[in-house]
């Protein structure tokens, strides 16, 4: 039942906390003194600057903006206080400027209540550390030394647990302890709770949280402190009490440990379920690139050794002036096939038949993988108590519940929750695809520009009195349009990320998930296009629709594309070299070079200023002033998507190029260390948010490898010479002897007449320009191998999807017992809890020694 909502009354959660703060489950309720408030429980950090040297000389409308900014402030922190927070400021100021700190913290009764409200998971009893890696059990099974595996100091543990009630505050763990019972990640997670939602104005016009204020420039910055300084002590490793951060980046962040394990178990602790599940997705995509690029590497060596033994290849380099082959153009030169020997090596080194049995194995290995890391996933959701997140525990974003009209019952908790109607969500959606259809329709456009770029530049290149450089007009025509291509697609990304959040905010999710799964959909589908609109092209356009001499094809008035001497695969090859290698140098030099100019940037406007401490004359930098120096964490989409690209490059045109895969490794080799360094040493701390898996990305790659089965079998079927070659040697001559004057049809009897002189051009075509029954026979072959192909590989797909189970039984035994415990934890009939409580105290045969199996 739809009801139309009524106005948050503010004073609600004034009194619960009062009233909490009295009640005796929660033990004393102490103020901090002012250094305990400034140094030890400072859960968030707001910033703000103001600029003394303006003064009177700024206009009506900046002064009327200075003001409004310096109200919602004013009023923002007042509600912050009238919420039960502890309001501490800390000023940095010199003679032109002033830098406002203000520190935040929550107090017990605070926690308690939204620790409740938010469905937080808390422990309930302590299980042995059950961490594996199936590497490390198979090389311990092999009896060989592990390399990767190291010792990280102070593991953390694993619980069972179960959402968080303040009625059963003592059947939780350390509930004795109010310092420790709380973790900082779970700290940190309610304080942004309490700023996403508190108003500082009428909230029915957006006027409330953090975000909107950080977006109005009313504040410069918000976020949690990292705990302490990443160095470590002149002791070095040995020194007691290393932090969680110096820990992080001894033994994961520094570039000496690419070749050690990741502690996913304190990056989770450290930086919440989000982030790590992103870094142990990432781990283990690099580590099952390492059998793809040792065989893909494998399969290029045999092309170097093929392309000097290969009978077509010779006979095309020995034909000297025996293939006079027909202009490219108009006003273009007849040319030599022999002048493109270099070319068609080239193309050797990728188009063998190693190249069809590498793309079977990756289609397979592809599936593979992703079997593989829904288990991984399900093992780590569960073990950091996110297993049922998305379903049960994730509450509305605070957008959503500002702007949604009414309220209604959720059919699974049973509470009052905001609501917005699936069919006017519906209709958003449809006018947002419009938007996006739309987007895409311009980047086809600057696909076809870039196609008749190199029309165009094939032609004038072609018409210049060089032999040479005639030969290789298409080559060059290719290569500068790949760098053309390159430059529009980093343009157009930049432009369409930025509309794709306004619609996604206009679309109206429940929650951060669906608005980030929303997100991330509009982006991938913009970019898919995008990177991979020109390798399409070229895989299974290009060379198809070219006519014969005398009666070519045109596009608006330019003659179509024909594929180079070498193959249309060499050059797809060398559009994925460009694409996916270009791009990971970009982004890894923007990743190396642009936060470090930033960072002595901030640190140089920040310190370069005679600071003098009002409250306090401090004669060293502050913690918040240090992380107030680091760049703001920008989040994890980008990391994502960066990756899911190159699984793409990996997959779906592996057919040409099979050292994609090495340098995908190489290139995440790299990444891992670079993203860790950055979340450790180089940006503010993220709010630790919670996550059950990789979100909509999971399906986008399922997707990816069901495209890479298809796209590969038509690649080998209709862009390689491996069916042709096959055709020839069982038909005419098994040493392929012949095979390229078999693949070179003669131009008609009408053009050979205009130009006095006969030509060859590639194609399967009769004298008179009809296709010849071989094109039929060759056609019908392709046609058979595409459907067998992907036949056979979707059906070993789905054969190791029944053998693999999705979550391992070790993990269904481990979220029974956790619900049964949470269920005695919870229950009213405290006799009953206490009868079973004791036996639940010892490890039980059935229970302990079953998960330990």
């Known amino acids: 039942m739809l009801r139309r909502r009524a106005p948050e009354d503010n004073t609600v959660l004034i009194d619960m906390a009062l009233g909490m703060e009295k009640a005796d489950s929660y033990g004393s309720i102490s103020q901090p003194d002012e250094h305990q408030a400034a140094t030890c429980r400072i859960d968030f950090v707001l910033v703000w600057e103001e600029d003394l040297r303006l003064g009177q000389q700024q206009d009506s409308a900046t002064q009327d903006k200075r003001h409004t900014h310096m109200a919602w402030r004013e009023t923002f922190l007042e509600n912050l206080r009238t919420a039960g927070l502890h309001v501490d400021q800390h000023l940095v100021q010199d003679e032109h400027s002033r830098v406002h700190y203000i520190l935040l913290s929550a107090p017990w009764a605070v926690l308690c209540y939204y620790a409740e409200d938010l469905r937080l998971k808390l422990p309930l009893q302590e299980l042995p550390n059950q961490a594996s890696n199936w590497s490390a059990s198979l090389l311990r099974w092999l009896g060989i030394p592990n390399i990767m595996l190291e010792d990280v100091p102070d593991v953390p543990p694993e619980y069972y647990s179960c959402q968080f009630k303040v009625s059963k505050l003592s059947r939780f763990l350390r509930s004795d302890n109010q310092d420790t019972f709380f973790s900082c990640t779970h700290r940190h997670q309610i304080l942004f709770e309490i700023l996403a939602k508190t108003p500082y104005g009428d909230d029915k016009k957006g006027l409330f949280g953090i975000e909107q204020l950080l977006s109005q420039g009313a504040f410069r910055a918000a976020f949690p402190l990292h705990e302490g300084p990443f160095t470590t002590p002149p002791e070095g490793l040995w020194a007691p009490g290393l932090n969680q951060r110096q820990v992080l980046f001894q033994y994961w962040a520094r570039w000496g440990k690419w070749h050690k394990y990741q502690p996913l178990d304190h990056v989770r602790r450290y930086f919440g379920e989000k982030v790590a599940l992103y870094f142990a997705w990432l781990g283990f995509y690099t580590g099952w690139l390492l059998p793809a690029a040792v065989v893909g590497t494998l399969v290029f060596l045999v092309g170097c050794f093929m392309v000097f033994s290969d009978t077509p ?484 797909g789905w054969v190791l999807n029944l053998l693999v189970p999705d979550i391992p039984e070790s993990v269904q035994i481990k979220v029974k017992r956790e619900y049964y415990l949470a269920k005695q934890a919870l229950a009213e009939n405290e006799a009953l809890l206490g009868t079973n409580g004791a036996k639940d105290n010892q490890p039980s045969a059935s229970g302990e020694s079953g998960l330990t199996a």
Not at 350 to 378: I, M, N, P, Q, Y
Not at 518 to 535: D, E, M, R
Not at 584 to 611: A, D, H, M, T, Y
Not at 778 to 794: C, D, K, M
Request: with cysteine.
């Open 313 to 796: 290849t010779q006979e095309l380099c020995s034909s000297a002036d025996s293939f006079q082959m027909c202009p490219l153009c108009l006003t273009c030169p007849f040319w030599l096939l022999s002048s493109t020997c270099a070319l068609a090596q080239a193309g050797r080194l990728f188009d063998h038949g190693g190249t069809v049995f590498f793309s079977v194995l990756v289609a397979l290995w592809a599936v593979l993988f992703l079997e593989c890391w829904k288990r991984k996933s399900a093992a780590l959701a569960y073990r950091w108590g996110c297993f049922d997140y998305e379903d049960t525990e994730e509450r509305p974003r605070p957008q959503f519940a500002a702007s949604a009209p009414t309220t209604a019952l959720n059919p699974i908790t049973g509470e009052e929750e905001p609501y917005f109607s699936p069919r006017s969500r519906t209709r958003r959606m449809l006018a947002s695809s419009v938007l996006v259809l739309m987007m895409v329709a311009m980047v086809v456009i600057c696909l076809m520009s870039i196609i008749l770029y190199r029309a165009i530049m094939a032609i004038l290149v072609s018409r210049l009195n060089n032999t040479l450089l005639a030969a290789w007009a298409s080559r060059i025509a290719s290569l500068s349009g790949s760098v053309v291509n390159l430059f529009f697609i980093l343009v157009l990304s930049k432009v369409y990320v930025a509309l794709a959040h306004i619609l996604t905010r206009w679309e109206m999710h429940r929650t951060q998930t669906q608005f980030e799964d929303a997100f991330t959909l509009k982006v991938f589908i913009f970019q898919f296009v995008n990177f991979y609109s020109s390798p399409i092209y070229i895989a299974f356009f290009k060379g198809r629709f070219v006519g014969y001499p005398g009666n070519y094809h045109t596009l608006l008035g330019v003659r179509n594309e024909e594929c180079a001497a070498g193959g249309c695969l060499i050059e797809l090859a060398q559009e994925l070299l460009v694409i996916m290698v270009g791009k990971q140098i970009i982004n890894n030099v923007q990743e190396i070079l642009i936060p470090k100019l930033k960072g002595w940037w901030l640190k140089f406007r920040l310190r370069s200023k005679k600071r003098k401490v009002v409250a306090s004359a401090a004669a060293s930098q502050t913690p918040w002033e240090a992380d107030y120096e680091l760049l703001p964490c920008e989040g994890l989409f980008d990391e994502y998507l960066k990756m899911v690209l190159q699984f793409g490059f990996v997959t779906i045109f592996v057919a040409a190029c099979p050292l994609a895969p090495l340098f995908a490794l190489l290139n995440n080799w790299v990444e891992i260390r670079l993203d860790a360094r950055k979340f450790v040493c180089e940006r503010r701390r993220p709010v630790a948010q919670r996550a059950q898996g990789v979100g909509i990305w999971f399906p986008i790659l399922t997707g990816i490898a069901h495209l890479a089965v298809i796209s590969n079998a038509v690649l080998l079927a209709f862009s390689s010479e491996f069916l042709p070659r096959t055709y020839y040697r069982w038909t005419r001559a098994g040493d392929l002897r012949g095979f390229v004057n078999f693949t070179l049809a003669r131009a008609p009897p009408a053009f050979t007449a205009a130009h006095n002189r006969t030509c060859r051009y590639r194609a399967f075509r009769e004298d008179d320009g009809h296709y010849s029954g071989t094109y039929w026979n060759l056609l019908a072959i392709r046609l058979a191998f595409v459907i067998v192909f992907e036949h056979v590989v979707f059906y070993i």
